[in-house]
């Protein structure tokens, strides 16, 4: 193996199949599910499941997540599905170190919800992590649903993440789970990876893990790899290093058709044949498409418009990133606004909306939320009259569009003396027969002062945010 990096330049393996978070790749919606998760798992979310195919990259996502979260957050990881209902509560207060009487169930429960009070009370919060939940019997899942009701009168005191395969959504749809199914409040899909998302990661690990040349794989043995495996990150793994193996033994120093083929065969994989679900790719990160809702619930989903994808306030030093390619086709449910937008900026002869644009951003129903319909209403006057090369701050895109949880949001954001009602703008988009929340702060001369105004925001909004500088002009063109 020391020869297979020497002769590519690499100081460490790229395409292993065991998670190692040094290589999470955040495109294709990876990154802007790990922040919401982040998000969610902080601020009292409740129950969040993820779903993928075998091989999609959940339990990657599951430990950067672990390893992203702040120090006040203590994490249980449960990787076995096959605990019964009494063996899954013992395992979450051992994990805890909590002292209980293991004969009795009502024992345990009463010292785990002591615990999460006392640390509640010191500024702690507790997450569980649950790999392959799917194959849960229904009764632990039950108990599941109970643990979620641990709380105050105020706060809940434990936040549960669901990690499992689509037949998660099967069990879920069962009458017996319903109690459970509702207290689910964010839905998160790991969809699976496009012909030009697929070449972006093999460059991606290749660069991780040290390799500083011209990209190994052409472009035919990209697009095998990418037809061979159905997007799916360990099939990609997988038929990469193999095609790294068979041209390291042919002395070549790139990957061809050739090479792919010979990994192909060799793999066997299944043809990967499950139908995409109508929420794919703006539904693949959302509830029920991705949602961590207003009320100051954000939740990304896959970025609007162009911009960087860290999850890290840009530097002024940080250029804006370049629109991104044109994807392969996909459903129309599946596109983010920028891909769908009407009208580009450049054939704006004024800042001035269309009557298009203005009539999308009436039909959404504000109801009688004061706050809501002020901000709208004001951020319908910015954008008809700022010019298109101002900036401002993406606070958080949504599918959770209830107007009360707007409004709560916003409430909070009046609360807040470091946040400005005033400077919030509320963008309802229309996506196909659906709406989204945009939610944005500020208005400044360029991106160096955008940047700026992010960094001084409160700790809480600099933790729970993406803080992306856009243009207005950008705002104009998804509308």
């Known amino acids: 193996m020391s020869l297979y990096l020497e002769h590519f330049g690499l100081k460490e393996p790229p395409f292993r199949i065991t998670p ?57 990881y449960l990787a076995n599905p096959s605990f019964s209902r009494e063996e899954i509560l013992y395992a979450v207060a051992e994990e805890l170190r909590i002292e209980f009487e293991r004969e009795r169930v009502t024992g345990a429960l009463h010292a785990l919800h002591d615990r999460l009070i006392d640390s509640y009370g010191r500024g702690r919060r507790t997450v569980i992590l649950i790999d392959e939940a799917h194959a849960m019997p229904e009764e632990t899942l039950e108990q599941v649903r109970l643990l979620s009701n641990l709380e105050t009168s105020r706060h809940k005191l434990l936040q549960i993440a669901l990690f499992g395969q689509p037949e998660l959504d099967e069990v879920l ?37 040290g390799y500083r040349g011209p990209d190994i794989f052409t472009d035919k043995a990209e697009a095998l790899i990418a037809r061979a495996s159905g997007g799916l990150t360990r099939r990609i793994n997988i038929l990469a290093d193999k095609g790294l193996l068979a041209a390291y033994s042919e002395g070549a120093h790139a990957v061809t058709e050739k ?62 990133a370049p629109a991104p390619p044109a994807p392969e086709p996909e459903p129309v449910a599946a596109r983010s606004p920028a891909r769908i937008a009407p009208a580009s900026a450049e054939s704006r002869p004024s800042p001035e909306l269309l009557p298009e644009q203005v009539r999308r951003m009436e039909g959404y129903g504000a109801g009688g ?35 009360g949880r707007v409004e709560r ?18 963008v309802p988009l229309k996506v196909g027969d659906r709406y989204r929340i945009w939610a944005l702060l500020g208005d400044y001369a360029d991106r160096a002062e955008a940047v700026e105004a992010a960094s001084k925001l409160p700790r809480s909004y600099r933790e729970a945010f993406p803080l992306r500088p856009r243009t207005f002009a950008e705002l104009r063109r998804v509308l």
Not at 173 to 197: C, G, V, W
Not at 201 to 208: E, P
């Open 20 to 76: 190692h978070t040094d290589f999470f790749f955040d495109g294709a919606d990876r990154g802007a599910t790990l922040e919401a998760l982040l998000y969610a798992t902080l601020h009292e979310e409740g129950i969040v499941k993820v779903v993928g195919e075998v091989g999609s990259g959940k339990t990657m996502l599951c430990r950067v997540l672990i390893e992203r979260l702040p120090a006040h957050v203590e994490t249980v």
């Open 173 to 209: 749809a069962l009458d017996s789970m319903r109690q459970l199914k509702d207290r689910i409040t964010h839905n998160f899909r790991m969809r699976p990876l496009s012909a030009a998302e697929v070449a972006t990661y093999l460059s991606f690990r290749m660069r991780a893990a």
């Open 259 to 320: 090479q792919v083929r010979a990994a192909v065969a060799d793999s066997e994989f299944e043809r990967h044949r499950r139908a995409p679900g109508l929420r794919t790719a703006l539904a693949a990160a959302t509830l029920t498409g991705l949602v961590l809702g207003a009320g100051g619930y954000w939740l990304l989903a896959p970025a609007p418009p162009p911009a960087a994808a860290s999850t890290q306030i840009p530097t002024s030093a940080t250029p804006a």
């Open 369 to 403: 939320n004061p706050l809501l319909l002020s901000r709208i209403a004001a951020t319908r006057g910015k954008l008809d009259t700022v010019p298109d090369e101002r900036y401002t701050i993406e606070l958080y895109i949504s599918d959770n569009v209830d107007p």
């Open 409 to 426: 949001f916003l409430a909070r954001a009046r609360d807040n003396d470091r946040v400005p009602l005033e400077s919030v703008y509320i």
